[in-house]
Nanobody, 123 residues
Framework: VQLQASGGGLVQAGDSLRLSCAASGQTSSSYASGWFRQAPGKEREFVATINWSGSILYYADAVKGRFTISRDNSKNTVDLQMTSLKPEDTAVYFC?????????????????WGLGTQVTVSS
């Protein structure tokens, strides 16, 4: 599975952004998806995850109520709608996929990763 994230940019605090992750390759199999982010000097951290059917969703406490993860399996895309953005949301955002799991919480090397997309929130 190859992943490509897009939609990042420079916004002001309070604005919204929608990130999208497009999957290609062996997308006929079901896979869990997740979004992670990494700020300068910090470790990659979990943001949100969704199972194949979209019935199981989890969010990091820092984004709960502001971010929404969704997927469209017909288009092989997983989106992250981000609202009420804060300067502390500034990071490179990565999407990940796990063909063997239900959800994705830990950013391990065994996952499929896309190149990140930069999100910068100015105060």
């Amino acid at each position: 599975v190859q992943l490509q994230a897009s939609g990042g940019g420079l916004v002001q605090a309070g604005d919204s952004l929608r990130l999208s992750c497009a999957a290609s390759g062996q997308t006929s199999s079901s896979y869990a998806s997740g979004w992670f982010r990494q700020a300068p000097g910090k470790e990659r951290e979990f943001v949100a995850t969704i199972n194949w059917s979209g019935s199981i969703l989890y969010y990091a406490d820092a984004v709960k109520g502001r971010f929404t993860i969704s997927r469209d399996n017909s288009k092989n895309t997983v989106d992250l709608q981000m609202t009420s953005l804060k300067p502390e949301d500034t990071a490179v955002y990565f999407c990940a996929a796990d063909p063997s799991g239900t959800t994705v919480f830990v950013p391990t090397a065994s996952l499929y990763w896309g190149l990140g997309t930069q999100v910068t929130v100015s105060s």
